[in-house]
């Protein structure tokens, strides 16, 4: 059986009154690719975000390898050093070229070596598509497409355990959907653990091991893609569907 690398039990998150994520649990095995869909407003993107602590959870415990990092004193540097996120605006510096944007966190953060971050960020536009040709490009001369394969390598050369994707899509062309998630088909092939909140439900059916169903901050369904798709037992789930794969 596959280790749990994360274990999230009765998360809640709310801004004022406002009660956005209800009582959430769910364990993350280590090279599981999971799907997250559901309207807009279901919560979904709030969820990621309270994995990341981008927003702080209002309750609940956040387990990774069984150490709580909502604890005091917990060292959350390293937990987002292991804790990936690739966001759908790409988030690059526009002052500095391709190369530069996936060395900086490296040199940073992790505080590597000019040269063997250079090394680490090469191997890694590579590996999303993104060689020497463009390594010396600027954002504002890449696709939109592009800019978010140069955000995906970002987060690989970090070495993370999981990446949370969120929706990371959404802000592209048509044309431009296909080649990101193509990288992101290749990653999760290559056994990286993969959070993927996405409208894109052929990609959440062909690469999920699992899909989640999220509606009102409440994770209301969740099972295998085939089954989640073909045979929702939740009549939400079945209204979410139908509307979405008309």
Same mark, same amino acid.
């Given at each position: 059986?596959?280790?749990?690398?994360?274990?999230?039990? %009765?998360?809640?998150?709310?801004?004022?009154? +406002?009660?956005?994520?209800?009582?959430?649990?769910?364990?993350?095995?280590?090279?599981?690719?999971?799907?997250?869909?559901?309207?807009?407003?279901?919560?979904?993107?709030?969820?990621? /975000? $309270?994995? %990341?602590?981008?927003?702080?959870?209002? =309750?609940?415990?956040?387990?990774?390898?069984?150490?709580?990092?909502?604890?005091?004193?917990? %060292?959350?540097?390293?937990?987002?050093?292991?804790?990936?996120?690739?966001?759908?605006?790409?988030?690059?510096? %526009? +002052?500095?070229?391709?190369? &530069?944007?996936?060395?900086?966190?490296?040199? #940073?953060?992790?505080?590597? =070596?000019?040269?063997?971050?250079? $090394?680490?960020?090469?191997?890694?536009?590579?590996? @999303?598509?993104?060689?020497?040709?463009?390594?010396?490009?600027?954002?504002?001369?890449?696709?939109? *497409?592009?800019?978010?394969? @140069?955000?995906?390598?970002?987060?690989? !050369?970090?070495?993370?355990?999981?990446?949370?994707?969120? &929706?990371?899509?959404?802000?592209? =062309?048509?044309?431009?959907?296909?080649?990101?998630?193509?990288?992101?088909?290749?990653?999760?092939? !290559?056994?990286? #653990?993969?959070?993927?909140?996405?409208?894109?439900? &052929?990609? $959440?059916?062909?690469?999920?091991? /699992?899909?989640?169903?999220?509606?009102?901050?409440?994770?209301?369904?969740? *099972?295998?893609?085939?089954?989640?798709? &073909?045979?929702?037992?939740?009549?939400?789930?079945?209204?979410?569907?139908?509307?979405?794969?008309?």
């Amino acid at each position: 059986m596959p280790e749990v690398i994360l274990s999230i039990t %009765n998360l809640k998150k709310s801004f004022g009154q +406002n009660e956005v994520l209800k009582d959430i649990s769910l364990d993350v095995k280590k090279g599981e690719v999971i799907s997250i869909i559901g309207s807009s407003g279901s919560g979904k993107s709030t969820f990621l /975000r $309270a994995i %990341n602590l981008l927003e702080k959870p209002t =309750d609940g415990q956040i387990l990774y390898y069984k150490q709580n990092i909502l604890d005091k004193g917990y %060292n959350l540097t390293l937990y987002r050093e292991k804790v990936g996120m690739v966001f759908q605006s790409f988030n690059l510096f %526009n +002052n500095l070229n391709v190369l &530069e944007n996936a060395m900086v966190a490296q040199t #940073t953060v992790l505080k590597r =070596d000019r040269s063997e971050a250079k $090394a680490i960020a090469k191997k890694n536009l590579e590996t @999303v598509g993104m060689g020497q040709q463009y390594w010396r490009a600027k954002p504002n001369q890449l696709s939109g *497409g592009q800019k978010q394969r @140069v955000a995906i390598a970002r987060a690989l !050369s970090m070495n993370p355990e999981v990446i949370l994707f969120d &929706e990371p899509t959404s802000a592209l =062309d048509p044309e431009m959907v296909g080649e990101v998630l193509k990288t992101m088909q290749d990653l999760a092939k !290559s056994g990286l #653990t993969m959070l993927v909140v996405t409208h894109e439900m &052929e990609f $959440a059916k062909e690469v999920s091991d /699992r899909v989640i169903f999220m509606d009102q901050g409440v994770i209301a369904e969740q *099972g295998p893609p085939e089954q989640l798709f &073909e045979k929702p037992q939740e009549e939400r789930t079945k209204i979410f569907l139908q509307r979405f794969l008309k």
